[in-house]
T-cell receptor, first 115, second 110 residues
Framework: DARVTQTPRDKVTEMGQEVTMRCQPI?????VFWYRQTMMQGLELLAY????????DSGMPKDRFSAEMPDATLATLKIQPSEPRDSAVYFC?????????????FGPGTRLTVL | DQQVKQNSPSLSVQEGRISILNCDYT??????FLWYKKYPAEGPTFLIS?????DKNEDGRFTVFLNKSAKHLSLHIVPSQPGDSAVYFC?????????FGTGTSLTVIP
C-alpha cells in the first residue's frame, strides 16, 4: 500500500528555533507539493516540485522558509527562524506529474506548534 | 485573496438524505476541479473531479456539478452515510496553479 510519509507527525518548538519537516513521496511519483493548513486560509500551496526542480514556491515566505528535494525519495521543508504564526499543519503530497489534472496523494501531515 | 471559497464551514445532514456541499471560485481560467475528503489526523484523499468541459461527473453516491457561468461547483452525496462525516475541500487548478478552499465539515447524523 503505497503512501506518502511525513516526519515528524508532531513538533513543538520555541520561537526562533529551526524546524525541518521531511516527506517521502510515493515511489514513482515525480511531483511533490507542500501545503499549510490553517483555519482561515484552508490549504495553502507553499511549494511545488516536478522531477526535483522547483516549479512554484510563490506561496512560501522566502525570508524564513525553504523547500528542497535532495533526491527523488526525500523532500524537506525548513523554517528558520520559526515564529508562532507558523503554527499549522503542514502537508506533503505527491503526484504523477500530470499538471493540473494530477490527483495528489497526501501524507498524514506534520502538526507544528511554535511557542 | 481567496480564489476558491467554501462559504459554509459546516453542514449537518440526516443519514440517508442528500448532502450538498458548495464551492465558488473567482478565476475563469481554472480548467479542472477536484474534491478531497479529510478525516481527523489524516491527510486529504481524492474523491472526485471534473473538467471544465463538462458540467457533471458521477461516481457512485458522489456527483459533482459545475456551473461555469456562475463559477460554482457543488458536490452531492446521495444517500449520505455516517462514514461520510469528514471535512471536504474543493480545489481548482489551472496549469501549475493549485488552489484549495477552506473546507466544509460534514456531519451525517445516524
Amino acid at each position: 500500500d503505497a503512501r506518502v510519509t511525513q516526519t515528524p507527525r508532531d513538533k513543538v518548538t520555541e520561537m526562533g528555533q529551526e524546524v525541518t519537516m521531511r516527506c517521502q513521496p510515493i515511489l514513482g511519483h515525480n511531483t511533490v507539493f507542500w501545503y499549510r493548513q490553517t483555519m482561515m486560509q484552508g490549504l495553502e500551496l507553499l511549494a511545488y516540485f516536478r522531477n526535483r526542480a522547483p516549479l512554484d514556491d510563490s506561496g512560501m515566505p522566502k525570508d524564513r522558509f525553504s523547500a528542497e528535494m535532495p533526491d527523488a525519495t526525500l523532500a524537506t521543508l525548513k523554517i528558520q527562524p520559526s515564529e508562532p504564526r507558523d503554527s499549522a499543519v503542514y502537508f506533503c503530497a505527491s503526484g504523477m506529474g500530470q499538471g493540473g489534472t494530477d490527483t495528489q496523494y497526501f501524507g498524514p501531515g506534520t502538526r507544528l506548534t511554535v511557542l | 485573496d481567496q480564489q476558491v471559497k467554501q462559504n459554509s464551514p459546516s453542514l449537518s445532514v440526516q443519514e440517508g438524505r442528500i448532502s450538498i456541499l458548495n464551492c465558488d471560485y473567482t478565476n475563469s481560467m481554472f480548467d479542472y476541479f477536484l474534491w478531497y475528503k479529510k478525516y481527523p489526523a489524516e491527510g486529504p484523499t481524492f474523491l472526485i473531479s471534473i473538467s471544465s468541459i463538462k458540467d457533471k461527473n458521477e461516481d457512485g453516491r458522489f456527483t459533482v456539478f459545475l456551473n461555469k457561468s456562475a463559477k460554482h461547483l457543488s458536490l452531492h452525496i446521495v444517500p449520505s452515510q455516517p462514514g461520510d462525516s469528514a471535512v471536504y475541500f474543493c480545489a481548482a487548478t489551472s496549469g501549475n496553479q493549485f488552489y484549495f478552499g477552506t473546507g466544509t465539515s460534514l456531519t451525517v447524523i445516524p
